[in-house]
């Protein structure tokens, strides 16, 4: 695979001045375009050490202008980065729409040296590598030009590299003790790298492999690698908008002339084999809340001191009682040791990223409680019906949202999605109440209104959802809520219950 890495090939003085002026401009000009484009540039550099990885990146930021660029370079996480997943800090640095983001040693690092040192079999570098592959994917889905450059040097030009740069006295610092203990294991790099490179290298996220023997020739093929990747992403992004205007406006006008469609008995969901009768008197509510909220408070305690991180999710129809049953879970926990992140449409800042972004960044350290109401599964409800979003994204954001809660419930977090369902009929008997209790009318909006007019198409998404979402590692507990009193006692033993045995499990791998 690095053969053709190992030529020697050049590119003279003369010859890259000649080529530069221009080449420099019309980078300059595509980062002006990118400004007003709707995805960001995600850059990976990986390679041998010695081969210009982190030269490039200098040179790619003296040559554009720094302001529109990220760099990030990712050593051995932090004790801040360590309780979180690992592709936390990943998500965290990710470039907005119109940004270039430049990324060294990063969500390829870690597994690479695993395999190299022998901490991980050749199954175990496969498997590694598979929430890489997912994660790119998610990322290019979303319109992201992924870039990967490996910078390679054949094993005696690394060695004639490094000893070059020891024995300058300005650059010698660029070399470490670890750079020679990794030339001591150029096989083994290399060929994890080869393995590296054919599982990851997919036609939205390929690898380029470059000569990086001569800074020159280098330099040469990686701006303009990412002039022609930038120019023909921006083409093909333009492309898909003119065809999809154009689809929009074909099947406007077929809609005009079609025939009204005969229409289907209202099929059956999940929520309607839901027992919506059930309740708890007031004597017995009292009873078994104070009882669920003393349980859950010295759950939720042990669960800090074993460092057990909690994430509750709560969907629903308006009214149903989210905010309610929140306030009262909360109340039996300590406020320095949770937060409650209230999700409305996204702002400015988070338009510009991919829209798992915004719950990535809230995800808390280890022992912190976080709760969402409302939550990622606005991409499959809310954005589905109201057409926020395209059929196509919304159809592909189940597989996304799995990945994403697997990464959580994988790294020990314990995670319980909640969805409080009344009928329609509860609704409206809710709707009209709050219009007459002065200290409510606030919460009852125009928007209530129109979103009960969608009553059966938000039905059959909320079915979908759950039907494509719960797994046995983040399973739904769907939540009878007519009765007020009964959803929050069932949510409340049901973090409990979470709980208790997130902390059994613990203790069992202890022993």
Known sequence: MFEAAELGRKISREEFDALAPSLRTELLDLQQQLREADFPVIIVFAGVDGAGKNESVNLINEWLDPRWIVTRAYGKPSDEEAERPAFWRFWRDLPPKGKIGLFLSSWYHDPLIARVHGHASAVEFDESLRPIIRFEKTLADEGALILKFWMHLSRPAQKKRLKSLEKEPLTAWQVTETDWKHYELYDKFVAAAERMIMQTSKGHASWRIVEGADSRYRSAVVLQTIKEAITAHLAARAAARKVAAEMKQATRGTDEEATVPVA????????????????????????????????????????????????????????????????????????????????????????????????????????????????????????????????????????????????????????????????????????????????????????????????????????????????????????????????????????????????????????
């Not at 509510?285 to 859950?296: D, G, P, S, T």
């Not at 629903?316 to 109340?331: C, F, H, M, V």
């Open 264 to 511: 289907l008995p209202p099929q059956p969901t999940i929520l309607s084999s839901l027992d919506m009768t059930q309740a708890i008197d007031s004597t017995a509510y009292a009873h078994l809340f104070q009882e669920q909220r003393a349980r859950l408070a010295h759950l939720y305690r042990a669960a800090i001191e074993a460092r057990l991180s909690t994430v509750l999710v709560f969907e629903g129809w308006d009214a149903a009682g989210k905010g309610g049953t929140i306030r009262r879970l909360t109340n039996a926990l300590n406020a320095r040791d949770y937060q409650v992140i209230p999700i409305a449409a996204p702002t400015e800042e988070e338009r510009a990223q991919h829209y798992l972004w915004r719950f990535w960044r809230h995800i808390a350290r280890a022992g912190r409680v976080t709760v969402f109401d409302r939550s990622w599964y606005g991409r499959v409800l809310v954005e589905r019906v109201e057409g926020f979003c395209s059929e196509e994204a919304w159809r592909r954001a189940y597989n996304e949202i799995n990945d994403f809660e697997e990464q959580l419930t994988c790294h020990g977090i314990v995670l319980c999605k909640f969805w409080l369902h009344i009928t329609s009929e509860e609704q409206l008997a809710r709707f009209t109440a709050r219009g007459e209790i002065d200290y409510k009318k606030w919460k009852l909006t125009d928007e209530d209104w129109r979103n009960r007019g969608k009553w059966s198409e938000y039905e059959q998404a909320v079915n979908d959802m759950v039907e494509r979402s719960s797994t046995s590692a983040a399973p739904w507990t769907l939540v009878e809520a007519n009765s007020k009193s009964f959803a929050r006692v069932k949510v409340m033993q049901t973090v409990a219950d979470a709980l208790e045995k997130a902390l059994d499990r613990l203790e069992k791998h202890k022993k």
